[in-house]
């Protein structure tokens, strides 16, 4: 028993191990040698226990086992998206001649290098999308990650961009492209640390801002990946600092008027606005603000903010981030509108024109201000248009009214009119009959002037005779204001020397325009 191992006794549990460690040793002897004798082949069979002695075993440390294959690493371990045919280097060991490299379990081209490495080709097609790839080779239980990195992430905004020293966790939103489903925020860039979040869509990521990143002031480089180790994204700088707190040093209008309609725009300058600053009346927030500058903000007024008269207070209120609260407020007077517009014509007379009559119009508001100016002329123009000139033109025949008005921006309303008298139609003239006269007696000549009865209503008549052989005519009588349409007669002296005469008929409207026709008729002289 000198070189041999002997079971007698002990627990059954030393029993099983060494069982165990026989069936081993057994199974790698020879046949031959495995069961030398007669008594260890009825003990094989029996169950008996037996002491082995003379059997050469080899230590384990001699032992050769088969290796199996496994894979450490890729070369590259990644491509973008859109690549060409790839050689694909896989390293690791246990390779054999006949070792494939599996891409996703399908086994590609493989080139034998050694033991220890291989060269898979990876057809472009396979490459022409994102996406994560399991490689590994036949007989391997496990593989290695390959990637196909779509576009790299880019960043275009942070809200917001500044964070209190000492504030409890906040959201920060990441604004950009490219972000894939597992895309995740950089605090400080790699190998910095990582926000907790993830992508709201591939243009927004919410990430969180723990309480110990806002413990103490900094500036920090934020950074976007769509997998650990994957390409970058450009950075931003978000700020860690003090309270940001607003303050107002003017507003304009100071002034606006109950019922105001125009489109005012409350412009606010002062200090340390952000976006996402918010100008308050009477400390209600105005979420219309638009932030222009750190030290300009401007907001639309509506009707309801104007709706009563008193004092408005306005401040600033910065969002909750920056820890400044509200600024102390300035005073928007509201006032009630108490007069129309006043509105004035230039241009209009009592005359009548036989040409084109422009017009002015000129409004002013001693409070709210003109909002604008209108005028209507019918026929030619018959509904309210706004313009401060017009001119009425000579086509219009007769009287035309001109109304104009002005409204101020509470919508109060001035209004001033004028008549404007066009008239283009030449008088007709006529004589009612020949008539007979001794000299030194009184004659009377009977005639008409007529025009449209909307038109001038009279004219200046001129009334003439000529000898029947002469080329001079005398004047008989001149009538400053004829009335048209209506059967005139003028007497006189006749001092002429007797003969035969003709006498002519002249008229002029109010418009200067002349007759149409010299009407005449027989004057004789005895």
Same mark, same amino acid.
């Given at each position: ?64 086992? #088969?290796?199996? $294959? ?52 990876? $057809? ?57 489903? /597992? ?102 927030? %105005? ?29 600033? %209120? ?37 040409? #084109? ?35 009425? #033109? ?10 104009? /008005? ?29 008539v007979s006269v001794t000299r030194g007696k009184t004659a009377m000549l009977k005639f008409r002037v007529s025009e449209p ?15 029947? /052989? ?27 020397? #007797? ?28």
């Amino acid at each position: 028993m000198a070189q041999g191992v002997t079971t007698t006794g002990g627990t059954t549990r030393s029993r099983a191990f060494i069982l165990l460690l026989f069936a081993v040793f057994v199974s790698l002897l020879p046949p031959a040698a495995a069961l030398s004798s007669p008594r260890a082949a009825q003990a094989a069979q029996t169950g008996e226990q037996i002491a082995l002695t003379n059997v050469n075993v080899s230590p384990l440390s001699t032992l050769s086992l #088969p290796e199996s $294959p496994w894979v450490s690493q890729l070369v590259p371990s990644s491509v973008p998206a859109g690549s060409g045919d790839l050689s694909l280097l896989v390293l690791g060991s246990g390779f054999a001649p006949t070792t494939k490299v599996l891409w996703m379990g399908v086994a590609m081209s493989t080139i034998y290098n050694s033991s220890t490495s291989l060269t898979a080709l990876i $057809p472009a097609a396979l490459l022409a999308r994102p996406w994560e790839i399991t490689v590994s080779v036949t007989g391997a239980s496990y593989g290695v990650t390959f990637y196909v990195d779509g576009p790299a992430p880019t960043i275009t905004a942070l809200d917001p961009a500044y964070m209190t020293v000492g504030g409890p966790s906040a959201s920060l939103g990441v604004t950009g492209t490219n972000f894939a489903y /597992r895309a995740f925020v950089e605090w400080g860039g790699a190998p910095g640390g990582v926000l907790q979040g993830g992508r709201d869509s591939e243009t927004h990521i919410t990430a969180t801002v723990n309480a110990y990143y806002r413990s103490f002031a900094q500036n920090v480089t934020i950074t976007v990946r769509n997998r650990t180790g994957g390409p970058v994204s450009n950075s931003f700088t978000f700020v860690v600092g003090n309270a940001i707190v607003p303050s107002v040093a003017s507003i304009d209008p100071a002034t606006v008027w109950v019922g105001y309609v125009m489109n005012v725009v409350l412009t606010v300058r002062g200090a340390n606005y952000v976006s996402g600053s918010h100008i308050t009346l009477n400390s209600v927030e %105005k979420t219309t603000t638009s932030f222009v500058s750190a030290s300009q903000l401007s907001v639309p007024l509506t009707t309801a903010d104007m709706a009563t008269a008193g004092t408005v207070y306005v401040a600033v %209120k910065n969002p909750a981030w920056t820890g400044g609260g509200s600024s102390m407020g300035l005073p928007l007077l509201v006032q009630g509108e108490a007069t129309d517009p006043l509105v004035t014509i230039t241009g209009a007379d009592s005359g009548w024109h036989n040409a #084109p009559v422009p017009l002015s119009f000129a409004a002013s508001d001693s409070q709210s201000g003109v909002q604008k100016v209108q005028y209507m002329a019918s026929p030619v123009v018959p509904t309210w248009t706004d313009g401060t000139s017009y001119t009425v #033109p000579a086509s219009t025949q007769g009287r035309i009214r001109v109304e104009v /008005r002005a409204l101020d921006w509470c919508n109060r309303v001035g209004t001033a009119g004028a008549m404007v008298n066009i008239d283009t139609t030449q008088p007709r003239t006529a004589t009612l009959g020949n008539v007979s006269v001794t000299r030194g007696k009184t004659a009377m000549l009977k005639f008409r002037v007529s025009e449209p009865s909307n038109l001038s209503p009279t004219a200046k008549v001129v009334l003439k005779a000529k000898a029947a /052989r002469g080329n001079r005519a005398a004047t008989i009588g001149t009538l400053k204001s004829v009335p048209m349409n209506a059967k005139q007669a003028y007497s006189f002296k006749c001092t002429l020397a #007797p003969g035969t005469y003709r006498w002519y008929v002249y008229a002029t409207d109010l418009a200067g325009n002349t007759q149409r026709n010299v009407a005449n008729a027989m004057l004789t002289v005895k």
